[in-house]
């Protein structure tokens, strides 16, 4: 008879082994999965029927969707115009490219959803102005990369789709909620850390916005956002589902990038797509593997075996909470971001809901713990690409992000003490 010890040992061991061996997540969450299903004697065909059941949701649609307008937006000179609205909302303040950079990635991060998007979109227009204008090329860096982590927090973010989905169906339209105050206290925290840098160093107040040019630049900044207004007004609103909210921002994108500003063209169209096409397997592939783990996990009781560990150390919530905290920090310099919600939310979920904590809460902390993980290496992903736009040393990046990491560790732990924050909004308009 099968011992559940050296079963959980086999899922556990096979998996961290894998991992240090740099093989894909995904095949690595299968492997681990077949291999303790071999040792349980379960039959393996059990495994592809979850991995296909992993995958048969409608609420999924919705991130095809969302990668597919950021794809376009972003082709269809989006970031230029971002950068130009966030310019006239801050650009006076000193050290006003760094406010720019920080309040045009909160803009950019409303339509792609995406860090590494919204890093190397904006930072391939921002990192070469502010070097241009007399910033540091590490500072630039800095406070791209840091501030591209708004993207994962604030709405429409597909990581809080797969939250959404890894939660047992928590309702998308409470975590888009959840993540706008959030999203606004983070781009403070940075806004205030990069103007105390600025201060510091010196640098000097930005060039004031002709005034026949401020009409035009909020006009097209403001047709540059319509897309989250419409998947956020449509799902807040009752109209849409969160995949219609996408389908129909994804034909504005489309028109608007092709037929009003025409700087997508139709050839560009086959490459958009195939982009698309290829991010979108790839995380339908990891999503379905992560279900087959995660049925391998709850039928041999993980989660409630992790709860009733962390409850034996404290019966202190806050205790357990900031444990939870360091660990999934921990695991954000190993892991990516999809994996970790896919495989840390049903392990953890259970229990901070065992001592009264709202999902939707939980799925914040989760997600900005994530998105913190993107700046650490060894697979910062967000802080590599950064990087390599500014022509910086891995060192260097890491450095210079470290005084907004901090400022970044100060507003995971008000969202995680101050349920308030996160869940106010939710509970006024009754998602």
């Not at 790839?282 to 992560?290: C, E, H, K, P, Q």
């Not at 909470?321 to 896919?342: H, K, R």
């Amino acid at each position: 008879m099968a011992n559940t010890a050296i079963a959980v040992t086999i899922l556990v061991a096979s998996f961290v082994l894998l991992v240090l061996l740099r093989f894909p997540i995904a095949l690595t969450l299968i492997a681990s999965s077949l291999l303790t299903c071999l040792y349980l004697d379960i039959p393996l065909p059990i495994i592809g029927q979850q991995m296909v059941q992993g995958i048969n949701s409608f609420s999924l649609l919705a991130i095809p969707f969302f990668i597919l307008t950021g794809q376009i937006m972003s082709e269809g000179g989006l970031a230029l115009r971002l950068v130009n609205l966030a310019n006239l909302c801050v650009g006076r303040i000193r050290g006003g490219l760094a406010m720019v950079n920080s309040v045009a990635c909160m803009f950019f991060g409303n339509i792609s959803g995406s860090a590494v998007a919204d890093a190397s979109s904006v930072g391939s227009v921002m990192i070469p102005m502010m070097k241009q204008k007399g910033y540091d090329a590490d500072y630039a860096v800095g406070v791209t990369i840091s501030s591209a982590i708004q993207g994962v927090v604030v709405p429409p973010s597909h990581n809080l789709v797969l939250y959404s989905l890894a939660a047992g169906g928590i309702s998308i339209s409470s975590l888009f909620m959840a993540g706008i105050v959030p999203g606004f206290v983070l781009l403070l925290s940075l806004m205030v850390t990069g103007y105390l840098i600025a201060r510091k160093r010196g640098y000097q107040k930005g060039e004031p916005v002709p005034k026949d040019q401020i009409k035009g630049i909020i006009l097209h900044g403001l047709l540059s956002l319509t897309p989250a207004v419409i998947i956020l007004g449509g799902i807040i609103s009752g109209w849409f589902t969160a995949t219609e909210s996408g389908a129909m921002a994804c034909v504005y994108a489309f028109l608007l990038s092709t037929v009003v500003y025409r700087e997508v063209k139709f050839p560009q169209i086959w490459t958009i797509l195939k982009r698309t096409m290829k991010t979108v397997s790839m995380v339908f592939f990891l999503i379905s593997a992560s279900a087959a783990f995660g049925w391998v996990l709850a039928y041999l009781k993980i989660p409630a075996m992790v709860t009733d560990l962390l409850l034996s150390i404290s019966d202190n919530p806050l205790i357990i909470l900031f444990i939870i905290n360091v660990l999934l920090l921990l695991l954000g310099a190993p892991m990516d971001m999809a994996p970790m919600i896919l495989i840390m939310t049903p392990i953890l979920l259970p229990v901070v809901t065992s001592f009264g904590m709202d999902p939707v809460q939980f799925g914040i902390i989760l997600i900005l713990n994530a998105g913190i993980g993107l700046l650490t290496p060894p697979v910062g992903t967000v802080l590599f690409v950064g990087c390599a736009i500014g022509k910086v040393s891995i060192q260097q990046g890491t450095k210079a992000m470290m005084p907004f990491f901090y400022a970044m560790l100060i507003v995971l732990l008000l969202i995680t003490y101050v349920p308030g924050l996160v869940m106010w909004l939710p509970n006024l308009v009754g998602q």
